[in-house]
């Protein structure tokens, strides 16, 4: 992979600490209403410790998503630690001998990190998780476009599929608890999975 590619993946992740930073109470506020109230401090605490990582990032793509994902798995704790722990360890898997990060490799790498996610959490498509933001987001980023139109959709998707938990009812997870209580309220995971999406497309821009 290229110099720049990795340039671009460190920015991107620098833009998403910061933002998850700045949306940290808005986040564990979402998870609070259905979960347990600590989604916003797991992903600070997890991507602080991802941006202190950059500080001196690996020379390739493939080893950076790899570092993101063992990082994230030691630090954020919670069930989403080893869930956005296995979409990005299983980006990187993909990434290796990708030779450039184009939009085709965005949506080869993408689809597989969903894919490690849902066999992980045995969840799928409308369970009320990060994959109904995740999973429609991959699908975007199908198509021969440029990286920035490509990502830009994809993080449309996402927004649109976190918007689109609001009424589900949760089968996974710790809201699937409340069952039908869990409807009314945007699934915490797929709101900083559309805000992780957001900040790529940013970084595209
Ligand atoms: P915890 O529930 O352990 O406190 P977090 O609050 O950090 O962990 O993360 C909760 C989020 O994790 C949920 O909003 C949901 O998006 C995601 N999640 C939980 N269980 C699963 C699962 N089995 N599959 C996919 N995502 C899940
Ligand atoms: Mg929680
Ligand atoms: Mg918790």
Not at 109 to 124: E, I, T
Not at 137 to 158: E, N, P, Y
């Amino acid at each position: 992979q290229q110099a720049d590619d990795v340039a671009f993946l460190c920015d991107w992740l620098r833009r998403a600490a910061q933002a998850i930073e700045e949306r940290r109470d808005v986040l564990s506020a979402l998870d609070a209403a259905i979960g347990d109230g600590d989604h916003g401090a797991n992903m600070a605490r997890g991507f602080r410790a991802v941006a202190e990582k950059l500080r001196d990032p690996p020379a390739d793509a493939a080893s950076l998503f790899r570092l993101v994902g063992m990082t994230l798995i030691g630090s954020v704790g919670g069930a989403s630690g080893p869930l956005y722990g296995t979409l990005f360890l299983d980006m990187g898997k993909a990434a290796r001998g990708v030779p450039v990060l184009d939009a085709a490799a965005w949506h080869a790498l993408l689809s597989a990190g969903v894919a490690g996610v849902a066999a992980r959490g045995k969840a799928a498509a409308g369970d009320k998780t990060m994959l109904d933001a995740l999973i429609p987001a991959a699908a975007a980023l199908s198509g021969t476009d440029s990286v920035r139109k490509a990502l830009a959709r994809a993080a449309d998707a996402a927004r649109k599929g976190a918007d689109a938990t609001i009424p589900m009812v949760a089968r996974k997870g710790r809201a699937s608890y409340l069952g039908e209580r869990s409807a009314g309220h945007m699934d915490p995971g797929a709101a900083s999975s559309a805000l992780l999406l957001s900040m790529l497309a940013e970084t595209a821009a």
